[in-house]
Every structure is written in structure tokens, then in C-alpha cells.
């Protein structure tokens, strides 16, 4: 869940409780009639091992794969992007790398390819939820809210106690401007002082502290209150009298 809390840097740790040898043909000394039972076995083996030899270099395809996943795993989007794309152009007939492609597109701020490789994805595997969890939170991110309600409530119509795709919909309800639908959800998935202290978390990056120091204020109150709250209540004592 990418955030930046332009006001506060502090409260982004306080968010969401959730080959081998050729042989050798140096057979000069062999007599005329010898050669059939000896240079033809020595050949067809040379012949195998160069076979084997060659099968063992990898393709220009399989290198655009692996060095696609390395980069991937470094942080490096638009590099695996390069390769995965490459990798798909030199064999169009194979499967498309949409699982791998779409959340690079995302990274990059190609919401468009990122959503239509999505869609591509769920249809192939529409039970699965960290796919449908991921769609939805580009969905929101590209400003289609009622995309990304329909496809989150797709999800949790399959996996209703999921709580980190319930929380991505209380997301795109509170980008939605719909407090109550998100608090709602964050409660459904945490409980209700949890959901207080992610709405507080929520407003402060919006600079909305007023708001948050209600929510954080309600969540200090609660029977089994989060050690995290505390924290939280500290950096806005502090945000507040700095202002």
C-alpha cells in the first residue's frame, strides 16, 4: 500500500495492522578396416555431445526472463518491463507475462497497460484474491473508484474474511470521499479501534489533523487499545504545538 504523508514522515510506520568435453578424433593410426567399428561410435558420440552442448546455452528469451526477475526483485520496474516486453516479442505465440507486466506498469504510472493486463489476469484466474486485491488498488489509483468497488467486492465474495483486500476497499472509500463506507470496512477488518487509528493515519497525510486527532482520540479510549495509538497521539501533541 503505497502512501506519502506529506505532512508527518514520522506516522509511516504507524499505519495498518495488516558443458561437456567434445572426444577427442585422433585416430590416425587406426587401419583402413578398423575404421567402421571405431571412427563411427566416435563420431555419432561427438555428434551427441554437441548436441548437449548446444541445448545447455540458454535462449536470448529465457536470459530476458531471468535477468527480467532479478531486476524485478532489485526495485527495478522499467528494466524488467524492457525484458518481459522482449521476452514476449520473441515468441508471440507464447502465453502473455501479464501477471509479471502489470504490477510494473503500475510502478511506472501506466495505469492503462497495468489495468488492461489485470483484467487479462482476472479473467484467467478469477479466485484469485491477491490478484483481485492488487486490481483493485490500481483500479483506485487510476481515479476509477467504482471499478475498484465492483472488483474488491468481487474478491471478498469469495474470501469474505480477507482482511487486506477489505482494507484495500476501505481505501478506495475514503479516495472516494465516503468516510463512513471506509470506516465501515476498517472495522470489519480490524476492529474498531484499529479502524479509528488507520482513519486518523488517513487524515493526517490528507492534512486533515483535526479530523485525525477525533479518530486517534476515540481509538485512546478503547478498552483494548493498540500500543501504536499511543505513539500516534505523541506525534500529534507534537505536530500540534509545533504549529
Known amino acids: 500500500m503505497r502512501m506519502c504523508l506529506s505532512k508527518s514522515r514520522w506516522f509511516r510506520n504507524l499505519i495498518f495492522f495488516s558443458l561437456a568435453l567434445p572426444l577427442s578424433s585422433g585416430c590416425g593410426g ?3 578396416n578398423r575404421e567402421s567399428a571405431f571412427l563411427k561410435p566416435l563420431a555419432a558420440s561427438s555428434q551427441s555431445e554437441a548436441k548437449n552442448r548446444r ?9 530476458c526472463l531471468e535477468t527480467a526477475k532479478t531486476v524485478a526483485s532489485q526495485g527495478h520496474a522499467t528494466e524488467a518491463m524492457k525484458l518481459y516486453e522482449r521476452a514476449e516479442q520473441l515468441d508471440p505465440a507464447a502465453a502473455p507475462f501479464d501477471a509479471e507486466l502489470a504490477p510494473l506498469y503500475a510502478d511506472v504510472g501506466n495505469q492503462d497497460a497495468a489495468i488492461q493486463r489485470y483484467q487479462r489476469c482476472v ?10 486485491n492488487n486490481f483493485a488498488w490500481t483500479l483506485m489509483e487510476a481515479g476509477r473508484f467504482e471499478e475498484a468497488i465492483t472488483e474488491a467486492e468481487r474478491g471478498l465474495q469469495k474470501a469474505p ?3 487486506r483486500l477489505r482494507s484495500t476497499l476501505a481505501m478506495i472509500h475514503y479516495r472516494q470521499g465516503d468516510r463512513a463506507a471506509a ?3 476498517f472495522q470489519q477488518a480490524h476492529g474498531r479501534s484499529a479502524a479509528h487509528h488507520n482513519l486518523a ?9 483535526d479530523a485525525a486527532e477525533t479518530h486517534v ?3 485512546k479510549q478503547s478498552a483494548e487499545p493498540n500500543s501504536k495509538t499511543q505513539l500516534l497521539v505523541s ?8 504549529r
Do not use: C, Y
Open 30 to 32: 587406426i587401419k583402413k
Open 55 to 63: 541445448e545447455a546455452i540458454p535462449s536470448e528469451r529465457s536470459l
Open 123 to 132: 479473467t484467467r484466474t478469477p479466485d484469485d484474491i491477491e490478484l483481485s
Open 161 to 163: 474474511d480477507n482482511v
Open 183 to 185: 470506516m465501515q470496512q
Open 201 to 209: 493515519i488517513l487524515d493526517i497525510d490528507a492534512g486533515n489533523l
Open 217 to 219: 482520540q476515540i481509538a
Open 235 to 242: 506525534a500529534l501533541e507534537s505536530q500540534g504545538s509545533s
